[in-house]
Antibody
């Protein structure tokens, strides 16, 4: 079965770049029709879809983040990544990677990783 | 963006109860709606997709219905492990959006 695991720094300074990686096991990220997705959740709040990269490499981003965001595939490492520039305290959240097969219903998810933006 | 509004935001209930959570979309989304369950400190879990299809492994006491702008998630005979926060999600139009959540609490 497919498993996802987020990794990356838990603390990022304001104005700098947040970089996270999601390692996929149990499936190839370049096989089939899958949507490799990032979602975040500030403490005590709801879920925000950040964006996704499709198996082909095509991307779709949340317009609220698009100017600062890059999501990409690394097929050699079976990973996909998120890069968010010029972070502020508002970017502090638990970041989840997730996937949808054939459609963007997300299952499974990674366990999530807390990223705190410090001033 | 398509706004999803869930009601109620908080729902006190008891074990054995039947409960219904509603999700209203700001515009028609056909049946492109899913439901997730999230427990504290855990990632959300997909329960239902395409409005009414039960995800594999999800107990049959969970059911979904609706189309267009009005959707519901019903849980019959609540079990202790069902007390959690529930989110709806639409994928009719980018950006994908979620409802604000409904916290199902023990009465």
């Amino acid at each position: 079965q497919v498993q996802l695991q987020e990794s990356g720094p838990g603390l990022v300074k304001a104005s700098q770049t947040l970089s996270l990686t999601c390692t996929v096991s149990g499936d190839s990220i370049s096989r089939g029709s899958s949507f490799w997705t990032w979602i975040r959740q500030p403490a005590g709040k709801g879920l925000e879809w950040i964006g996704r990269v499709y198996t082909s490499g095509s991307v779709h981003y949340n317009p609220s983040l698009e100017s600062r965001l890059t999501i990409s595939l690394d097929t050699a490492k079976n990973q996909f990544s998120l890069r968010l520039t010029s972070v502020t305290a508002a970017d502090t959240a638990v970041y989840y990677c997730a996937t949808g097969r054939e459609a963007e219903w997300f299952d499974p998810w990674g366990q999530g990783t807390l990223v705190t933006v410090s001033s | 963006d398509i706004q999803l509004t869930q009601s109620p935001s908080f729902l006190p209930a008891s074990v054995g109860d039947r409960v219904t959570i509603t999700c209203r979309a700001s515009q028609g989304i056909n049946n492109y709606l899913g439901w997730y369950q999230q427990k504290p400190g855990k990632a959300p879990k997909l329960l239902i997709y395409t409005a009414s299809i039960l995800q594999s492994g999800v107990p049959s006491r969970f059911s979904g219905s609706g189309s267009g702008t009005e959707f519901s998630l019903t849980i019959t005979s609540l079990q202790p492990e069902d007390f959690a926060t529930y989110y709806c999600q639409q994928l009719k139009t980018y950006p994908i959006t979620f409802g604000q959540g409904t916290r199902l609490e023990i009465k």
